[in-house]
């Protein structure tokens, strides 16, 4: 398996892939800097190259891990040396149809993942061109679930929803989870303490919501003592357009995957 570029979105994923049992030496990665290729043999032990024919030489499974203002550079250099192998894109919002124009009629797997995969916990959805056979179907699969969840997209321009929901989504969390140490600490609180309280208040909330058995609504609810504290905090939120907000940032980001993949 090969990965042209080694930035963050690839170390997050090389990082769940040998975690889950994939072997660092079946793994090359691509990447022109010669610091990163040096950071990514000591951290996970896979081979690097730096250049792009050579690297993905014996590769059946091609991982492009670059930024979507960088793919046509990577075309132009990978020439043919694709053909035969298996295309899994992650870059955010560049459509089948471009990359196709750029690297040939070869399998694609268009993917938007998202850096929690690192901890095998990512959420990530796919959609493949008509060249993907079934086996290269439940390759890309594979690969995918090892880092965390795989959803098979029946269109492909959910993928840029798929972007503002899971892969952009983690930088909603982290805003809030900084807001909330930063307020925390203002309240009195040392920064360390406010850290802790307020990581714990985020991942025991998120394992409850994820069990599924009960509404997050609900479960705010239960949170929501009548005229308590709780409500004299979510009441100005919801009447500032909380919702709203939520709502313009995620159209945003959509938008601004589809205006990436878009630009030549
Ligand atoms: N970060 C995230 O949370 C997510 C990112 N993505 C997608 O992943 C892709 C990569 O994003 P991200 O990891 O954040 O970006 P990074 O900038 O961290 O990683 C990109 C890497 O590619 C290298 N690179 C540049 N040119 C080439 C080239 N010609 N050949 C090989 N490697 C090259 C860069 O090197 P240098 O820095 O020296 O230019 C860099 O190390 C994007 O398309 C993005 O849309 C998808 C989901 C989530
Ligand atoms: O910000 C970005 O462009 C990338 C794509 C999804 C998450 N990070």
Known sequence: MAFIGGGNMAS???GGLIAQGM???QIIVIDPGADQR????ATYGVRTA???TAGCAEADTVVLAVKPQVIAEVAERVGGALKGKLLVSIAAGVPIARLEALFGPIAIVR???NTPALLGLGATGMFANDCVDAAQ????????????LC?????????????????SGPAYFYLLIEEMIRAGASLGFTREDATIMTLQTALGAASMAAQGDVPPEVLRRRVTSP???THAAITPMQKDGFADMVLRAMTAFRDKAVELGRAE
Do not use: Q, W, Y
């Open 50 to 52: 730096d250049d792009v």
């Open 38 to 41: 040096a950071h990514l043999r």
């Open 151 to 167: 959803v098979d997209l029946p269109r492909e321009d959910l993928l840029d929803a798929v972007t503002a929901v899971s892969g």
């Open 111 to 113: 993917t938007m993942p």
């Open 137 to 148: 179907r439940a390759r890309a699969k594979t690969i995918v679930e090892a880092f965390g």
């Open 12 to 14: 997050a994923i090389l």
């Open 227 to 229: 005229n308590g504290t």
């Open 23 to 25: 072997a660092p030496a």
